[in-house]
């Protein structure tokens, strides 16, 4: 069974920054992309960044380009999103997704199958 537990949300002011980590256990975390999404309140949830099996690509929304950087370290089971550069509109409920199959990069809900329980970021201006 796939379990993501996301951690290291918070509060900070404006330019700030954040380094979130999403724990993987159940299966061999190596073998598959990695996503970051967000929601906020009355909002649908929005892509944020995905990353291939070994890192070596990565993809944002458009929002986040230039200020967020995800990361994995697949011998830790392990993956982050560094958020630089923090606004009041990044404020949101932040979580990890995993999808079922092998595969390419995904950057829809839909490709996701698997979700933390997220994590808190409010960002004050």
């Known amino acids: 069974q796939v379990q993501l537990v996301e951690s290291g949300g918070g509060l900070v002011q404006a330019g700030g920054s954040l380094r979130l980590s999403c724990e993987a256990s159940?299966?061999?975390?190596?073998?598959?992309?990695m996503g970051w999404f967000r929601q906020a309140p009355g909002k649908e949830r929005e892509f944020v960044a995905t990353?291939?099996?070994?890192?070596?690509?990565?993809a944002y929304g458009d929002s986040v380009k230039g200020r967020f950087t995800i990361s994995r370290d697949n011998a830790k089971n392990t993956l982050y999103l560094q958020m630089n550069n923090l606004k009041p509109e990044d404020t949101a409920v932040y979580y990890c997704?995993?999808?079922?199959?092998?595969?390419?990069?995904?950057?829809?809900?839909?490709?996701?199958?698997?979700w933390g329980q997220g994590t808190q970021v409010t960002v004050s201006s």
């Open positions: 159940g299966r061999t975390f190596s073998r598959y992309t």
């Open positions: 997704a995993a999808p079922e199959r092998e595969g390419p990069l995904y950057y829809t809900v839909g490709g996701y199958d698997y």
């Open positions: 990353i291939s099996r070994n890192g070596a690509i990565a």
